[in-house]
């Protein structure tokens, strides 16, 4: 689905990426990590197809030249969705909505099917409570679940997620990662930028280190280690246990 041969990225003088080569299989959940600064968000703006690569080669559906109908087969959310205009008067359903626009006639307006596919969508997200409500009144984490609510209704073919669970609660990140799992089940192919190792290692397939723009090591989630990423990266990583206990209120 997604092949990068000898990719380059230059900008201001400066090498971004250098020389990525790399994979990614229809179905498979791949996750990059690395530390900030390592070009995994310019990486992800490629083959999203916002930034051309200096040099080298890029194929998605194993074709170098991406038409408009192939893109509309991609969904992309952004590491900060919150860089809009926060008063902006639209609604969380109609900004989940816009995920059908590439897919729209120009001035062809929703059907009604189109509105019960968006309601299913914050119905997913347990967001159907927030359907009216303005997106610039919410908070950071219910926004983030908007826009995966709003890249989900095309049903993409590949999605592409950067740091989405950064400012979201841990009901929200269990919820994420269902997702996934379901969407990964209809051979959605998934590939997400985190800095949460522990958490992807448990669900992903692939595990992909980066860092100075490079790719130091892609495996197997099964053959992950913290240990080597620390190897890589010449310093330990944290693991930070969250307990949530629940009481049933009985009669």
């Known amino acids: 689905m997604i092949e990068l041969i000898d990719i380059n990225y230059f900008t201001d003088q400066k090498q971004i990426l250098k020389d990525i080569n790399l994979k990614i299989q229809r179905g498979e959940f791949a996750a990059i990590v690395g530390p900030n600064g390592s070009g995994k968000t310019t990486l992800l703006n490629i083959i999203a197809g916002i930034l051309k690569p200096t040099g080298g080669k890029l194929l998605i559906f194993d074709k170098s030249d991406i038409s408009a109908k192939d893109r509309m087969r991609i969904s992309y959310v952004p590491q900060k969705v919150t860089s809009f205009n926060q008063s902006f008067p639209i609604s969380v359903i109609e900004t989940v909505l816009l995920g059908l626009c590439p897919k729209k006639?120009?001035?062809?307006g929703y059907l009604r099917e189109d509105l019960k596919k968006a309601e299913e969508m914050l119905k997913l997200l347990e967001i159907e409570n927030l359907r009216d409500r303005l997106i610039g009144h919410l908070s950071g984490g219910q926004q983030q679940r908007v826009f995966l609510a709003r890249a989900l209704i095309s049903n993409p073919e590949i999605l592409i997620l950067d740091e989405p669970t950064v400012g979201i609660d841990s009901r929200s990140e269990e919820l994420l990662f269902e997702i996934l799992a379901q969407k990964k089940k209809e051979d959605t192919t998934i590939?997400?930028?985190?800095?949460?190792?522990?958490?992807?290692?448990?669900?992903?397939?692939?595990?992909?280190?980066?860092?100075d723009g490079m790719?130091?090591?892609a495996c197997s989630a099964k053959d992950?280690?913290?240990?080597?990423?620390?190897?890589?990266?010449?310093?330990?990583?944290?693991?930070?246990?969250?307990?949530?206990?629940?009481?049933?209120?009985?009669?």
């Open 105 to 108: 006639r120009l001035l062809e």
């Open 191 to 211: 590939l997400m930028v985190t800095h949460d190792v522990y958490a992807v290692t448990h669900h992903a397939d692939k595990i992909i280190c980066m860092g």
């Open 224 to 251: 992950f280690s913290p240990s080597k990423f620390e190897s890589v990266y010449k310093y330990r990583i944290k693991k930070i246990e969250h307990r949530h206990f629940y009481s049933e209120k009985k009669d």
């Open 215 to 217: 790719i130091y090591t």
